[in-house]
């Protein structure tokens, strides 16, 4: 009678791990479709879509001068001064008719300005603070300009050269789109029309 009691013993248990070995394997052997979660697409890197778009605006504008300069005849190296100014002057006028509407924030948007505005702070920091307004005093600052889109950088004021640990922080431009720094003030500058295409105000820390 214990004989038969063990042996039903022992077949209960093979049949318990048997069972607990069936199971084991069934879920392993479930199609990994049916177990994976859907599938998101991962957001976007808000900073790099404000330089996108940024970029998109600055081509737009370079479009538009080229459209404008349609028929004006390009600078030579041996043309007199005051040719090139007259080119300059001519082309000026008419970016600054096809840009009627121009205000700031065209380009400079206020998330442009944002961003912009981390990143010179990110150059400042990495560079030495104490060096940069160094170079910037030592390039002779300009401070007092009024600045407004579309019209001309004046012709007596200094061109500051932007410090090159800023410069690199920032989105490439175009040939002939440059950024000036005005007091505190970030300027995008046409250089062939001498023409303020926009700017940011109170970006540059004070020196």
Known sequence: MTVRKNSANRASGHFVRAAGLIFLISIVSTPVHSQALPSKTPPANQDSLVI????????????????????????RSTDAPQQIKERQLLLASRIRTDRARAKRGDLFSPDVCRLFKQLIATA???????????SLRHDE????????VNALYPEKVPLQTTP????????????????????????????????????????IPSA
């Open 141 to 148: 600052p300009v401070r007092e300009v009024p600045l407004q």
């Open 164 to 203: 090159p640990s800023i410069l690199l922080n920032l989105p490439p431009l175009p040939q002939d789109l440059e950024y000036r720094i005005v007091g505190q003030n970030l300027v995008l500058r046409d250089a062939a029309a001498n023409l303020i295409v926009d700017f940011i105000p109170g970006v």
């Open 52 to 75: 996108v778009n940024y970029e998109k605006q600055v081509q737009e504008y370079v479009k538009l001068r080229k459209n404008a300069a349609h028929g004006i005849p390009a600078v």
């Open 124 to 134: 400042y920091q990495a560079s030495d603070p104490a060096k940069v307004k160094a």
